[in-house]
């Protein structure tokens, strides 16, 4: 296999099964992984590995841990499948040398993915993965055997170990605990709400359901098992994918529906009426819940693709506001070095004050019912009071046009040497580089254009004031880029 064939995206490496993602690639990252630890990290220190609900996760999982036992390296495997942000919690706490996490998150069940985590519980930062793939040539070049089809079976080497079997450990009790302890569960248990959840067929399972019925709430499941085809559709908590949900809130008298991705570190919130809400909605209302409920303080950090009404929220509560590029990797670097009391992304990842530098979709749901348990109001007025707290809402849309790699960079680098100079009739004010390329229009709304890492797409966000904007601008960023 050659190293080419590996590649890092904002979150570690996916591929589709039994294509790019094999057993021999597995072995190639996983040592290369393990190259980087030798000069990060004692031995002494263990490694952990887990993985969620898809198809082979665990068994690649097992596969990983064997290697890097073969490679000198303590493991401690995830007894069952978990969480990611259980996995990042567990890191810290054993005060490991990272932990390997096979998940392939909101991707369709074709693929499958590995995400190394450092020992600092948050996503890798580019120059730890930089690192790692430097080491892909010479790893790659090392004769391999013939990948294993079971957990019983390995390479040569591997079954020539006398050390190759990782010990199992069970994440859950004290990644629980820890949640318990960052909200207030009385205060939940008083409001006896009733939950809608689903699972999506993914890794919250045990988890999210188990943490609603501790804090007293009445849950009403759905696709709480494992398929590793998540239903026929993406294991993601977006409006398409939680039609199921939005029927069944008002059925159930739910006072919220609650939904996680396949690796539960995305978070989706259905209202009392059964209508999706928004993370950036989301996220308003749970700054304004920590800071006049709670009396928490802190910094907000939000990603460019993510609402200004953020902005607008930080400036009413004296707070700082940093913007960082995509990927919660450059959220979690400014939570470990300022006091934050939100991180978030319009994609529905978030983390608060006191909790890891992770993403986390358990905790994200567990919030909003605190939040619900303290106003007494339904979920629907408090987003309607957050949106009038920061004249909004606001209209966000995000569109995908699936180009060639060379038709991506022409346009890209049309829009860095010679931008628009206004968008659907209204100038561009200022131009931001930060992570591709983001027009400010006077009126306040705005445009970011970014190329996938990973795929033949470009992508092009936009937030105006009204619908009727929101939709010009995709109307004139299209014809842009057809002009190019």
Request: glycine share 8%; proline share 6%; hydrophobic share 40%.
């Amino acid at each position: 296999m050659a190293a080419s064939e590996i590649s890092f995206g904002t979150d570690g490496w996916r591929g589709p099964i039994a294509d790019t993602f094999t057993f021999a690639n597995v072995r190639i990252v996983t040592r290369a992984i393990a190259r980087y630890l030798e000069g990060a990290y004692v031995r002494s220190r263990p490694v952990l590995v887990g993985y969620d609900t898809r198809f082979l996760a665990d068994r690649f999982a097992y596969h990983a841990a064997q290697v890097l036992v073969a490679e000198g390296w303590k493991v401690l495997l995830t007894n069952t499948y978990c969480p990611t942000p259980t996995l990042a919690f567990s890191a810290a706490l054993r005060q490991s040398a990272g932990a390997l996490m096979f998940t392939a998150s909101h991707n369709p069940a074709t693929d499958c993915g590995l995400k190394y985590i450092p020992d600092y519980a948050g996503p890798a930062t580019n120059d730890i993965t930089d690192a790692i793939v430097g080491h892909l040539p010479d790893v790659s070049a090392e004769p391999l055997s013939s990948a294993p089809g079971s957990p019983a079976q390995g390479s040569a080497e591997i079954r020539a170990s006398s050390l190759a079997t990782p010990t199992l450990f069970d994440p859950r009790p004290t990644y629980l605990d820890a949640l318990y302890s960052l909200i207030d569960v009385q205060r939940i248990r008083s409001a006896r709400l009733r939950v809608t959840y689903d699972a999506l067929y993914g890794a919250s399972r045990g988890y999210l359901d188990e943490a609603l019925r501790y804090c007293g709430c009445q849950v009403y499941c759905l696709h709480d098992r494992r398929d590793v085809l998540f239903g026929g559709a993406m294991p993601e908590p977006k409006p398409q994918q939680l039609q199921e949900l939005c029927l069944q809130v008002p059925e159930h008298s739910s006072h919220v529906g609650m939904a996680t991705d396949g690796d539960s570190d995305r978070f989706g919130i259905v209202d009392e009426r059964g209508k999706y809400v928004t993370p950036n909605s989301v996220m308003l209302v749970l700054i304004k819940h920590l800071v006049e409920q709670r009396q928490r303080m802190g910094a907000i950090v939000r990603t460019v693709g993510t609402t200004h009404l953020l902005d607008r929220l930080a400036s009413r509560y004296s707070l700082d506001l940093h913007e960082t590029p995509v990927g919660f990797k450059h959220i979690g670097q400014v939570m470990r070095n300022t006091r934050v009391l939100l991180g978030g992304e319009e994609s529905g990842g978030l983390s608060v004050l006191g909790h890891i530098p992770e993403k986390d979709g358990i905790l994200a749901n567990l919030l909003v019912a605190e939040a619900i348990a303290y106003a007494g109001k339904p979920l629907s007025h408090l987003v309607s009071e957050a949106w009038k707290d920061v004249g909004g809402p606001t209209y966000n849309h995000r569109i995908d046009l699936r180009l060639t790699e060379s038709r991506k960079q022409t346009v890209m680098v049309a829009l860095e040497h010679r931008p628009p100079q206004q968008v659907a009739g209204v100038e561009v004010a200022e131009i931001s580089f930060k992570d591709g390329v983001k027009l400010y229009l006077r009126d306040g709304s705005w445009v970011l254009v970014r190329p996938s890492g990973t795929e033949p797409l470009l992508r092009i966000s936009m937030e105006a004031g009204t619908k009727d904007r929101q939709q010009q601008l995709a109307f004139a960023m299209n014809e842009w880029v057809d002009s190019i």
